[in-house]
């Protein structure tokens, strides 16, 4: 409990915030149990996640910006015999990502209104236990308790792609458990490691310690496989395209906006401050493989013809970008990886929402079935757009921002990986483009297809807002975070010195 | 009054054995319920006993006692699943009951024991009862009784093997009692004689526990005895086993490196064979089996630490074992039709048939593989730390792989009931009682996942 104040400031509310921003959704999805009527369900999930929205954003206005400790603690023994403890906290790099996924849950409910149409309770009770997972593991600052929000969430999104997944569910959802676990028991075990070095599953604990530089070798090897897993890194992302393209849109969008995520927030949180030297050590490893990403996902990306496939691919690259940031070690990269994880889940979550709406009318991912569009769905292809350019980095808007921080970020390190990664951009405007333009003026013919329903440009409009926000004003976000990030600068500095 | 727990299953038991002489039969197991819940409740209040019987062969204290309790608590929840009469004729439901009893009365014997030649009764008597009802099935053809034949071999085999053992140990300490081997033995451990005699000597509860190298019986004899014999047991007696595991490496204390390492070797081949092998399996109490082969190594992982935590781990570990293991059979007790094996097929939209089954078979599967939050996750825990703790990193690299492997089938068992649809589903319904059992049993894993601090102080009070 002593050492516990040199790194958490206790909530000072008199109710404990962030536990009822975890559970709040998962008792929603309790609730939903009990009752009957396909309405009534929809309506209580998406009131709950939508109270949770709000009730989030008075974490961020309570935020200290000017704190370098984590903030809103909690604390409650949980298994005293193991010293694990029920410790929650957040920091700016937590902060956002948390704001990101109460924001995306009540879309994610809104785009499934019609487009699930069995065993409507389930769907909403797994979203509704995803949200709960999502956010803890954000929260978490105890090994166990982390570990155990990270894998609880493996559940419901198997469940989400098996149940409503596209015609491929059955091996894309055992796909993606196999291999996320196969991760995350290396994981586990890099916890044990720790907790046998330090005593304590404590993570701000665990943090800048005088391990011996074999120590942090391994334990570094099996988080990076974990993280890397989930980001995920080239070698290991076969399964993101499968995932992502038989998820039902709700599901892809969870998991391209806050799932990936926590393969990078696992780097920046675990990997550099728990095993500084290694990370050091393999930081050109990580970089040559997150270039490899960037260029593999953009020359893939070309030659897609499924739309989702297209967007899944994408993803790789956009992430090979935030892994860059970190593995630049400088405060420029770090906030430009932060911006980017924040980017790709508002930009890439839209992109995937839009699928959705054309799939819904169509029932085709095709490029070529969805061309076209201009002339007969003007709103849509209007959202599209931005989405799109926003999503290669046009200036003025979110992506921009991010990408740029982590190339000043990594061109102070290495001009080679400077380089190939600006290559990467210019692929990623190339195949988006090329995607923008068949979807507007890739067919002649004339189809009948609605333009988009006002439910559906409601939950696309606080996306694009933030799209242009953070395009072309991101010192609100960029200040959030720069206290932690500039923390940890230092502390890796005194420690590497 | 210290053996209360005892004398009240014995009695159990010889109320059957009146009761088969009887004509009525159909209300034995109306009457097995009520009684096999006093059961428990005596054993629960009889937690704190201690003492002494038999000039010291039979011990009574915390350790025994927790395992009584277990031991009870599973041998009631097999009761309660006895409720559908397809599996066993009807008239020999009496005598099927008494030998469950006499098996429970014989594993509560065993954990109390503490003189080889008590330990060897117990142990027998236990696995003859089992022995004669594995054959007692409806409506199958050979398939019980080449398992009952097996299961005798086996289990004789491993009895002699036991045996063996146990005369090199007498031929070294000159005693039967655990009391006067452990001031012996640990000073013979780093000779081949004592790991020789030690490991020959768990021989017997490697069979119990279905642990490699004893573990040829387990596929064939849960695929040919009835649903509800196997799940008796795939539970029940090894948590027996595992408590006399504890209690004999005791005896090797710290001094017994090849011994570990013996035990390391059989605990890595034991998962990993049983998870490689249970891969393939179509019949899901052939499934089942591998995957008990499987976590037999897990839990050797708790024993081979030989450290007061693994122990505390180990045990944890059996008692959710038994819970996890549990919620499977019973959803495969529910689910087979005129007692017959349920293949992996058969597991197709059960989600829509039956939602609370398939749950609860999630649940289960998901906990056997070690998944949190259920209890499943947090056991495999305990014993990954306290191996770990030992310095064992090997062995917890090896476990955490397996898990890996694992999940493929446990997940398949998932898969088949939630994203396979099938073409005509007419729902399985359910009685309030097997509802209320299903619950009872997602709620035990559960619970054992998320709020594992009572129950594992009480362990590691009780090693």
């Excluded at chain 1, 000072?12 to 975890?22: E, F």
Aim: hydrophobic share 55%.
């Amino acid at each position: 409990m002593m050492a516990l104040h040199k790194y958490l400031i206790m909530n000072t509310l008199c109710y404990p915030i962030l536990s009822i921003v975890i559970f709040l959704p998962l008792a929603g999805a309790i609730l939903l149990l009990f009752m009957r009527g396909e309405r009534s369900v929809k309506m209580t999930a998406l009131i709950t996640s939508i109270i949770n929205f709000p009730l989030s954003l008075i974490i961020y206005s309570g935020f200290d910006i000017g704190a370098d400790k984590f903030q809103f603690g909690e604390f409650i023994p949980w298994i005293p015999a193991y010293n694990i403890n029920y410790v929650l906290g957040i920091d700016g790099i937590t902060i956002f990502l948390i704001l990101l996924t109460t924001l995306l849950a009540p879309l994610c409910i809104l785009c499934s209104w019609t487009a699930i149409e069995r065993r409507v309770k389930e769907f909403m009770f797994c979203l509704l236990i995803m949200e709960t997972a999502m956010i803890g593991v954000f929260c978490a600052l105890d090994f166990i308790l982390f570990y155990v929000f990270w894998e609880a969430m493996l559940i419901p999104m198997y469940l989400l792609i098996a149940i409503w997944g596209g015609p491929n569910k059955d091996y894309a959802s055992i796909k993606f458990f196999i291999y996320t676990l196969f991760g995350s028991v290396f994981l586990l075990v890099a916890i044990i490691a720790v907790y046998l070095a330090t005593g304590t599953f404590s993570i701000p604990d665990a943090m800048f310690r005088d391990y011996g530089f074999n120590f942090q070798f391994w334990v570094f090897l099996a988080f990076a496989i974990a993280f890397a897993i989930k980001v995920p890194m080239f070698p290991f992302h076969t399964w993101l395209p499968a995932a992502h393209t038989e998820a039902p849109t709700a599901g892809s969008v969870f998991l391209a906006s806050v799932l990936l995520k926590m393969g990078t927030y696992g780097f920046l949180r675990f990997c550099l401050p728990i095993t500084p030297k290694a990370s050091v050590f393999f930081a050109p490893y990580m970089i040559a493989l997150s270039v490899i990403g960037i260029i593999y996902g953009g020359l893939v990306c070309l030659s897609q013809t499924d739309m989702k496939k297209l967007i899944a691919y994408s993803s790789v690259a956009h992430m090979g970008f935030a892994t860059l940031g970190i593995f630049s070690f400088t405060v420029f990269g770090w906030e430009g990886a932060l911006l980017q994880m924040l980017n790709h889940g508002v930009t890439t979550g839209a992109l995937f929402l839009c699928v959705g709406i054309v799939y819904e009318r169509t029932h085709s991912r095709e490029i070529y079935d969805n061309a076209g569009l201009g002339k007969i769905m003007p709103a849509y292809v209007g959202f599209f757009g931005l989405f799109s350019i926003s999503s290669f980095a046009f200036p003025g808007t979110n992506n921009f921002v991010g990408e740029l921080y982590v190339l000043i970020g990594i061109f102070s390190q290495s001009k080679l990986a400077g380089f190939f990664s600006i290559v990467g951009a210019l692929l990623a405007a190339a195949y988006m483009l090329r995607l923008l333009k068949q979807i507007v003026w890739g067919r002649e013919d004339k189809r009948e297809i609605a333009d988009m329903k006002a439910r559906e440009v409601i939950y696309l409009l606080p996306l694009a807002l933030f799209v242009v926000w953070m395009g072309l004003f991101p010192r609100p976000f960029v200040q959030v975070i720069e206290k932690t990030l500039m923390n940890l600068h230092s502390q890796m500095n005194i420690f590497l010195r | 009054m210290m053996i209360l727990p005892e004398l009240s299953t014995l009695i159990f038991a010889i109320v059957f054995l009146f009761l088969s002489l009887g004509k009525k039969k159909d209300s034995a197991v109306l009457l097995a319920k009520p009684l096999s819940i006093i059961i428990l409740g005596i054993s629960l209040v009889g937690v704190l006993a201690s003492g002494q019987l038999f000039s010291g062969a039979y011990r009574i204290d915390l350790f025994s006692q927790v395992f009584k309790a277990i031991i009870a608590y599973g041998f009631c929840l097999v009761i309660f699943m006895l409720d559908r009469r397809n599996e066993i004729e009807e008239a020999y439901f009496p005598e099927y009951i008494m030998f469950l009893g006499f098996s429970a009365l014989g594993l509560m014997m065993l954990v109390s024991s503490v003189e080889l030649i008590s330990i060897v009764i117990a142990l027998e008597v236990s696995s003859y009862s089992l022995y004669v009802i594995i054959p007692l099935r409806k409506g199958q053809t050979n398939i019980q009784i080449e398992a009952s034949v097996k299961y005798l071999f086996f289990g004789a085999i491993s009895t002699g093997i036991m045996l063996f053992g146990m005369s090199y140990i007498y031929g070294i300490t000159k005693s039967t009692f655990l009391s006067d081997i452990i001031k012996v033995l640990p000073g013979v451990m780093n000779q081949p004689i004592g790991v020789f005699a030690l490991i020959l000597t768990l021989t017997g509860f490697f069979f119990k526990l279905s642990l490699f190298p004893m573990h040829f019986w387990a596929p064939d004899i849960y695929e040919g005895a009835s649903n509800t014999t196997t799940t008796f047991i795939a539970t029940v007696p090894k948590i027996g086993a595992a408590a006399l595991l504890i209690r004999m490496t005791m005896l090797a204390s710290a001094s017994g490196v090849q011994f570990v390492n013996i035990l390391i070797v059989l605990a890595a081949i034991s998962m990993t064979l049983g998870n490689l092998v249970g891969l393939v399996q179509k019949d899901i109490k052939r499934l089942l089996a591998y995957s008990g082969i499987a976590h037999a190594g897990y839990l050797l992982m708790g024993v081979l630490a030989l450290s007061k935590d693994g122990y505390a781990a180990a045990i944890y570990y059996i008692t959710i074992y038994l819970f996890m293991n549990l919620a499977c059979f019973y959803v495969l007790v529910l689910l087979s039709k005129d007692g017959k094996n349920v293949v992996l097929d058969d597991l197709v939209g059960l989600s829509k048939r039956a939602p609370l089954l398939a749950f609860t078979l999630a649940v289960g599967a998901f906990s056997l593989a070690g998944i949190p939050p259920t209890g499943g996750f947090t056991g495999k825990l305990f014993l990954f730390m306290s191996a770990f703790r030992e310095g064992h990193l090997a062995i917890v690299i090896i476990g955490a792989v397996n898990t890996a492997i694992s999940i493929f089938y446990y997940l398949n068992l998932v898969r088949m009931s939630y994203s396979k649809e099938a073409g005509s589903a007419d729902p399985i319904q359910l009685t309030f009682n097997e509802k209320a059992l299903c619950c009872i049993f997602i709620f035990l894993v559960l619970y054992m996942g998320i709020v594992p601090f009572g129950l594992l102080d009480i362990f590691r009070l009780a090693v």
